[in-house]
Each structure stands twice: as structure tokens, then as C-alpha cells.
T-cell receptor
């Protein structure tokens, strides 16, 4: 059973296109995240949702729009793709940090986005 | 804000040797320190964590130590195996925070 699953695993697209990445978790976690990992492996937070509500929105171009239809799903839509958007995008989920044992993340396997 | 420094950036060892990765943090309010292992083509996986009320934690061949006074924590891997080869990330979180501050990662290479 995949705990955090994201699709697609690979995405190659042309500049200017619009694309979406989907994420689902079956862990019952209340909080979900999108991270961007660059070529140097640095993990940068983009967004976080808690129970479908946006709680973290880092400095990300407004071409990126997250959507959470329910607490088990967090999708990422990207408009007008640019070359600099090429990276690996990770979805993750966690229990609330205030919950005993909470704080640690479960990551998905990543979506490698290549903009040409 | 919190700042996490991780060293070394690359670590090469022979199979069977021990490996140590060190991290320092700046915010004395940080109280949760997870470590993640990222294998090639996969997402980071939580392998061990430690909270500030504990000085050391072990899980088979891996252990983490925490020195709150000096604000540093370390990952120790004993009897390394080729399958330990991966990028390891340390992180620090303050109580109630959803977002950890990650180190920049250590690429561990274990030579057979």
C-alpha cells in the first residue's frame, strides 16, 4: 500500500503549457505539503494545507496554484510553465506537530518535471 | 529564523566502516530533529528522529545524538553496507511548527 502517491512520475512539457500534479495520502494525516527539490537537492517548501485549509504559502509565483478537495488530496496546478520550473516536486504529509509522535513527514516518490 | 548547517556534503566510506554526519542549528527553541534518507529516484524517507528531551536514540545500525547546549546533532551509521548509499538530510523543527528547516544534504557513498 502506497502511503503518499503522486502522479505522474515524469512530466515533460513545453514552455507556456499548463500542467497538474496529483497527490493522495492514505495515512489519515491532517497536513499535506508541496516541496520543490532543485538540482543541488535542496528541499524548498512551497505550500502546506491543514484539513483543506492553506496554512503555508511561501514566496512562489502565482502561476502555481494548489488545490485540496479533501484532506487526503493535494494537487498542484502550474500555469504558463517556464524553463526554471524544471525540478523534482514532492508531495508529503504529516500528523499535526502537536500530536504525540507528530512532526515527521512521509514523502511521495516525486514528479520530475522537465520544461523544454 | 532557524538555520541548519550540515557536514560533510559528501562522505565516501568502505563497506563495514562507520559513517557520521553532523548538523548544527541556531534556534534554541527547536525541539524535534528528524533524519531523512533519499535513495536515487525516490522521495526522502524518515529513518530516525530525536526530541529534545532525549540525548541519544538507536535503531539497529543507526543512531542519533543530540547536544542541546552546543546545538548540534549527529547521525551515526555503523557497519555500513552498499545499500546505505543515499543522500541524507537532517532537519530541525520548533514545537508546533509544521515546517522543518532542512540541511543541504550529505551524499553518502559506501564502496563494496
Amino acid at each position: 500500500d502506497t502511503a503518499v502517491s503522486q502522479t505522474p512520475k515524469y512530466l515533460v512539457t513545453q514552455m507556456g503549457n499548463d500542467k497538474s500534479i496529483k497527490c493522495e495520502q492514505n495515512l489519515g494525516h491532517d497536513t499535506m505539503y508541496w516541496y520543490k527539490q532543485d538540482s543541488k537537492k535542496f528541499l524548498k517548501i512551497m505550500f502546506s494545507y491543514n484539513n483543506k485549509e492553506l496554512i503555508i504559502n511561501e514566496t512562489v509565483p502565482n502561476r502555481f496554484s494548489p488545490k485540496s478537495p479533501d484532506k487526503a488530496h493535494l494537487n498542484l496546478h502550474i500555469n504558463s510553465l517556464e524553463l526554471g520550473d524544471s525540478a523534482v516536486y514532492f508531495c508529503a504529509s504529516s500528523q499535526d506537530p502537536g500530536v504525540r509522535g507528530g512532526g515527521g513527514y512521509t514523502f511521495g516518490s516525486g514528479t520530475r518535471l522537465t520544461v523544454v | 529564523g532557524e538555520n541548519v548547517e550540515q557536514h560533510p556534503s559528501t562522505l565516501s566510506v568502505q563497506e563495514g566502516d562507520s559513517a557520521v554526519i553532523k548538523c548544527t542549528y541556531s534556534d534554541s527553541a527547536s525541539n524535534y530533529f528528524p533524519w531523512y534518507k533519499q535513495e536515487l529516484g525516490k522521495g526522502p524517507q524518515l529513518i530516525i528522529d530525536i526530541r529534545s528531551n532525549v540525548g541519544e536514540k538507536k535503531d539497529q545500525r543507526i543512531a542519533v545524538t543530540l547536544n542541546k547546549t552546543a546545538k548540534h546533532f549527529s547521525l551515526h551509521i555503523t557497519e555500513t553496507q552498499p545499500e546505505d548509499s543515499a543522500v541524507y538530510f537532517c532537519a530541525a523543527m520548533t514545537g508546533g511548527s509544521y515546517i522543518p528547516t532542512f540541511g543541504r544534504g550529505t551524499s553518502l557513498i559506501v564502496h563494496p
